[in-house]
């Protein structure tokens, strides 16, 4: 169905790239039933480059639904700790983690918001407790997200077309969005992560002690943690210092918000994809860092659930910035999904922070960075707050004001 030479490089980007696998490690890969073309590939190429075994996780929609469709209520407490103890013992193996999902985002639109809720917190506890979610917010493994085509999520993005002809319209966007459309894929990366390095390394230079969001419906101020560390682009592995993608496309550059210091108010400017359901027009009150309110048109009772998760779920653990004019945005296609929608748009994330986006923030401890600010949490959801009309100006602790997003688009002195 799809242009072979396209799929050859999109495999040689997820591998050279985005993990960046080196000879002799190994590669789990968790892929979609639907994108096993693509899986195939990866694997292939996984040992030509040298790796040491490949392991495939199927990931598959109408598997994933008959859990919620036909499970008994022992299904939702079935996760058990060995899974997650399963990876972490690859992951100290040297395994690497490639995901390539393709997520039909109305999947569970029929299912209990609370059962949703349920599964996903046992998930997350489990995760958690047994420390597998630290070796991926802190870059102790390296890790990507890709994805393909699948017919629920093309459906949705393209209803007026055919399911075939949708997933091929479908592909062409996600092509363009990771550059597999150009002749070297590999070298637009490299000048597109440099591009990225001059944002953060200026917005590092400036540390800033805080953010003021402006635009239509949006009058909020987010502070930064202490400490807190602006990154874009590639990654540093905190093992082996190698660097690695974690999200296939990207634009954003992105650091740590303080999770007490958040005031004010802010409105989605894009759907957001949460578990098999699409929710619309946000908005958030935040009082000293946590939301006291809020509400959206479709969808509300699936996020109020997902706020429940944990007493991290109502604060902010990371803060993103991305031009209005970025290759994805310039689409104007909606693509109901987190990992494209959230690199045509500002955002924000609830829950979890990342510790390598903090000064030595993947030797810390937890308790030392949640007291420089940094949020706990089960959930990471990013949720998109960016246009055409928003301003972002940046305070340092003298209180001198500096442009950071002037309608939508980075101020000259980020790009210089």
């Known amino acids: 169905m799809y242009d072979i030479a396209k799929l050859e490089k999109y495999a040689d980007l997820i591998l050279k790239v985005g993990i960046n696998l080196q000879a002799g490690e190994g590669l789990v890969l968790s ?40 499970g008994p209520d022992e299904a939702f407490e079935a996760y058990s700790d060995y899974r997650a103890q399963y990876l972490i013992s690859l992951y100290e193996d040297g395994y690497q983690h490639a995901f390539i999902p393709s997520k039909d985002p109305n999947l569970l639109k029929e299912i209990e918001a609370a059962k949703i809720a349920r ?24 890790w990507t997200i890709a994805a393909m085509p699948g017919t629920g999520w093309a459906k949705q993005v393209f209803p007026n077309l055919e399911t075939g002809e949708a997933m091929k319209a479908l592909f062409a966007l996600i092509a363009k969005a990771v550059r597999i459309d150009q002749d070297d894929p590999i070298a637009a990366w490299a000048e597109h992560n440099r591009q990225l ?45 190698i ?27 894009k759907p957001l994809s949460l578990n098999g359901n ?17 509400d959206a048109s479709s969808g509300r009772d699936i996020l109020a659930e997902h706020l429940k998760q944990d007493d ?11 031009e209005d004019t970025s290759p994805i945005s310039l689409t104007g296609r909606l693509f109901y999904n987190t990992l494209f929608d959230e690199n045509a748009s500002c955002h924000f994330a609830f829950g979890q922070s990342y510790g390598y986006a903090m000064e030595n923030g993947t030797t ?7 007291a420089r600010g940094a949020n706990q949490s089960m959930i990471h959801t990013d949720f998109m707050v960016g246009g055409p009309a928003l301003n972002i100006t940046g305070y340092t602790k003298d209180n001198t004001a500096y442009p950071i997003l002037e309608n939508g688009v980075f101020a000259a002195a980020l790009k210089a």
């Open 197 to 241: 390095a001059t944002v953060r390394d200026y917005l590092n230079r400036m540390r800033f002690d805080r953010l003021y969001y402006s635009g239509p419906g949006t009058d909020l101020t987010v502070g930064l943690a202490d400490g807190h560390a602006w990154l874009g682009g590639a990654k540093d592995s905190s093992l082996g210092h």
């Open 312 to 322: 991290g779920a109502r604060r902010l653990g990371e803060v993103a910035l991305v």
């Open 243 to 269: 660097d690695f993608v974690a999200n296939m496309p990207t634009e954003e550059v992105f650091t740590t918000p303080h999770k007490d210091r958040i005031d004010g108010t802010v409105v989605s400017t």
């Open 278 to 294: 699409v929710i619309t027009d946000m908005t958030f009150t935040f009082v000293d860092g946590k939301v006291s309110d809020f």
């Open 364 to 370: 810390a401890g937890k308790d030392e960075l949640t």
């Open 31 to 70: 892929g979609s039933t639907e994108a096993l073309d693509l899986c195939r590939l990866v694997t292939e190429k996984a040992y030509r480059m040298g790796a040491k075994d490949v392991i495939y996780l199927p990931l598959d929609d109408a598997m994933s639904k008959a859990r919620y469709l036909y």
């Open 119 to 142: 599964y996903n917190r046992k998930v997350a506890g489990i995760n958690q407790e047994t420390g597998l979610t630290k070796y991926r917010m802190t870059g102790r493994t390296r």
